[in-house]
Structure formats: structure tokens, C-alpha cells
């Protein structure tokens, strides 16, 4: 499985982002799917993640009622909106495939270990 994400880019503070995420070489609709960030200095930290039917969510508290996960499995494309951007969500963002275990436990989806395919990292950057 090939994921590529894009969209990144450089946004003022209280702006928005979208970041798509295209799978190639093989359908996402059987997985769960994750959105990582890793900013300058830190670890990759997870940002949220979607069920494989779209009907299940979750995300890091830093960005709930800011950012939304969503997917168009026709499309085999996974989206994260990104609102009322602030300076501290200035990372490179991930795109990553949880193809073992349910996204409900929390120990599976908050974990970079529990995914086994990953996009090449977009660069987003919120000045003020």
C-alpha cells in the first residue's frame, strides 16, 4: 500500500488546512486510518483516527472541535480538516494505515507501531 499526503503549507494562525491522503496500489476500506504529527524536536504524536466505515472517530484532545478525520472510501482517500490553526500544530503531518486490531482500543490508534503503512509527511506551518 502506497499513501501519499499533501495539502501542507504554510497558513496563518486561525487558518485552515486540508490535508488529503490517496491511497495507490491496494483499497484502504478495510482499515482503519490515522493522521500522526511530528513537530521539530519532539516525537510523532497521533492526532486522530477514523474506522474503516467512516462512522467511528477519535482525536488527541490538543485538537478536538478544531480538526475533522474523514474518508471517501470510493475515492480510497482520507481528508483531516484543519481549523482555527494555531503555532503549536506546526509539524510535518502523517497519513498511516491500521490494518491489525480495532481503533477502539486506545492503546492500538494512539500508537505508531500499530500501523504498518505511512505516507511520506507533509510540512505544515502556522505562523502568527
Known amino acids: 500500500v502506497q499513501l501519499q499526503a499533501c495539502g501542507g503549507g504554510c497558513v496563518q494562525a486561525g487558518g485552515s488546512l486540508r490535508l488529503p491522503c490517496a491511497a495507490r496500489?491496494?483499497?484502504?476500506?478495510?482499515?482503519?486510518m490515522g493522521w500522526f504529527r511530528q513537530a521539530p524536536g519532539k516525537e510523532r504524536e497521533y492526532v486522530a483516527v477514523i474506522s474503516w466505515s467512516g462512522a467511528t472517530t477519535f482525536y488527541v484532545d490538543s485538537v478536538k472541535g478544531r480538526f475533522t478525520i474523514s474518508r471517501d472510501n470510493a475515492e480510497n482517500t482520507v481528508y483531516l480538516q484543519m481549523n482555527s490553526l494555531k503555532r503549536e500544530d506546526t509539524a510535518v503531518y502523517y497519513c498511516?494505515?491500521?490494518?491489525?486490531?480495532?481503533?477502539?482500543?486506545?492503546?492500538?490508534?494512539?500508537?505508531?507501531?500499530?500501523?504498518?503503512?505511512w505516507g511520506q509527511g507533509t510540512l505544515v506551518t502556522v505562523s502568527s
Open positions: 498511516a494505515a491500521l490494518t491489525k486490531g480495532s481503533i477502539r482500543v486506545r492503546s492500538n490508534r494512539i500508537s505508531a507501531r500499530s500501523y504498518d503503512y
Open positions: 496500489g491496494h483499497t484502504l476500506r478495510s482499515y482503519g
